[in-house]
C-alpha cells in the first residue's frame, strides 16, 4: 500500500474506505460482509476509514467504531464530520463531537470534517463560530485535524478554502467532473496554497467502474487487463496535492482491486492525458441531447424540473449505470418534478439557448429511463 503524508503529519495509506455503502441486508448493514471487508483492509495496509453521523441512517459510525476498537488505536485513522445542517449553536458542535466519539468508541477523531458544506451553510457556520470551536477541541486532543467535505460551486470553495488555515478538504474529483463543484479550478487552488486534498466519488457513484465498451477502448488498447475503476484511480493518484482517495467499498472484489491499484499506482507505459481526453470524448458522444443545464427554460408551469431530467437521460446515456440510472428516476423526491407530468404545451421551446424540442425529447426521456430493468 502506498501512504503519503496529510494534516499534521499524519501517515495515511492511499486508499481510505468510505463507509457509506457497506453491504446490507433487510435495509440494514450486513455485519459478517461489512466486518470482513474493513478487515481485509485493515490486514492489507489501509489505515483511514471515514464514516458521517448520518451514513446508513446512523448506524455506520456505531459500526465501524465497534469493528476497529479490536485494533491496536493508533494503527489507523478514524475521520468522521459534523451534521452542519443540524448545527443551530456554538454548543452543539461541541455535543455532537462527543455524541460521535462515544459511537465511534474512541478518545479522539483523527480527522473531523464540517460535512458537505455549500456558501449558505458556511455562512452560517462562521456567524456561530464554528471553526474556532474546532480548534477549541482540537486543542484538547478531542480532534487532531480539521477539514470539510464540498458540495458546491467554485465561488464558494474558494471562499472557504481561504477563510482558515484548513488541514486538509475533501471535494468530489475524477477524470470526467474536471467542471463540477470545486473541479479541477478547485483541485489547482488548493494545491497552490498547500492544503492536502482528500478525494470523494473518484468512480463518480460507481459509473466510471463500469464503463461501456466503447468508452473503455482506449484504456485496453494500452492495458487490456486493468479494470475502469483502477483507471481513475491512478488519474488522481498522479497529482501531487491528493493525499488519499476514498471509496466506498461494498463487495470484496471492490476492494481488492482498489487495494492492487493503491500499492502501486503508476501509470501504465503509454498513457497520458490524451488516453482519457479520448475516453471523456466518447463519453461526450453518448449523450442524448445538448441540454447544458442552463435553466432558461425554468420554470415549467406544471412543474416538471426539465434540466434534471435530461441530466438523468445524458448520464444513463453515457454509462448505462442501470443501477444509478433506476435510483435517481425513481427517487420519490423527484416523482412531482419528472417528464410525466409533461403536458406538451411548448412554453419552453423558444426559451432553450440550443434550440431543443424540449416536450419530444421528455417524452423520449421517459420511455427510456421507465424501460430500464
Not at 470539510?148 to 486538509?168: K, N, Q, T, V
Not at 492536502?196 to 463500469?210: F, R, T, W, Y
Not at 420554470?299 to 424540473?305: A, E, L, M, R, S
Not at 421517459?366 to 430500464?372: P, Q, S, T, V, Y
Request: hydrophobic fraction near 40%; charged fraction near 25%.
Amino acid at each position: 500500500m502506498e501512504y503519503r503524508t496529510i494534516g499534521r503529519g499524519s501517515t495515511v495509506s492511499l486508499l481510505g474506505f468510505g463507509c457509506m455503502r457497506f453491504p446490507t441486508k433487510k435495509n440494514a448493514i450486513d455485519e459478517p460482509a461489512a466486518a470482513a471487508l474493513l478487515e481485509r483492509a485493515y490486514e492489507a495496509g489501509v489505515n483511514y476509514f471515514d464514516t458521517a453521523w448520518p451514513y446508513h441512517d446512523g448506524a455506520s459510525e456505531e459500526f465501524t467504531g465497534r469493528i476497529l476498537s479490536k485494533f491496536e488505536r493508533a494503527s489507523y485513522m478514524l475521520a468522521t464530520k459534523l451534521p452542519v445542517w443540524l448545527v443551530e449553536s456554538t454548543g452543539d458542535v461541541r455535543r455532537f463531537v462527543s455524541l460521535q466519539l462515544e459511537r465511534l468508541k474512541t478518545d479522539y477523531i483523527d480527522f473531523y470534517l464540517l460535512h458537505a458544506l455549500n456558501g449558505d451553510r458556511w455562512t452560517q457556520l462562521e456567524r456561530l463560530g464554528a471553526y474556532a470551536e474546532l480548534e477549541a477541541l482540537r486543542n484538547e486532543g478531542l480532534i487532531r485535524n480539521i477539514g470539510f467535505s464540498f458540495h458546491d460551486g467554485y465561488d464558494a470553495f474558494e471562499r472557504i478554502l481561504r477563510a482558515h488555515p484548513w488541514d486538509f478538504c475533501q471535494i468530489q474529483y475524477n477524470y470526467v467532473d474536471v467542471d463540477e463543484q470545486a473541479g479541477e479550478k478547485g483541485y489547482l487552488l488548493a494545491e497552490e496554497l498547500g492544503i492536502p486534498v482528500v478525494i470523494m466519488e473518484p468512480l463518480k457513484g460507481g459509473s466510471l467502474a463500469s464503463l461501456p465498451e466503447d468508452a473503455m477502448a482506449p484504456f485496453r488498447a494500452i492495458d487490456p487487463q486493468a479494470s475502469a475503476a483502477s483507471w481513475s484511480l491512478r488519474w488522481l493518484a498522479a497529482k501531487n496535492g491528493v493525499r488519499l482517495i476514498l471509496s466506498g467499498m461494498s463487495a470484496m472484489d471492490q476492494l481488492e482491486d482498489n487495494i492492487s491499484t493503491c500499492s502501486d499506482p503508476r501509470m501504465p507505459a503509454g498513457a497520458g492525458n490524451d488516453t482519457f481526453a479520448q475516453v471523456r470524448t466518447v463519453l461526450e458522444s453518448r449523450v442524448r441531447n445538448s441540454c447544458t443545464g442552463c435553466r432558461y427554460c425554468m420554470p415549467c408551469p406544471f412543474g416538471v424540473d426539465i434540466p434534471r431530467n435530461f441530466t438523468q437521460w445524458n448520464t444513463w446515456g453515457k454509462f448505462e449505470n442501470r443501477s444509478n440510472a433506476r435510483w435517481e428516476w425513481h427517487n420519490p423526491d423527484f416523482t412531482p418534478a419528472r417528464a410525466d407530468t409533461c403536458t406538451a404545451c411548448g412554453a419552453c421551446i423558444p426559451k432553450c439557448p440550443q434550440h431543443i424540442d424540449i416536450p419530444s425529447d421528455l417524452a423520449r426521456t421517459r420511455a427510456e429511463l421507465d424501460g430500464i430493468a
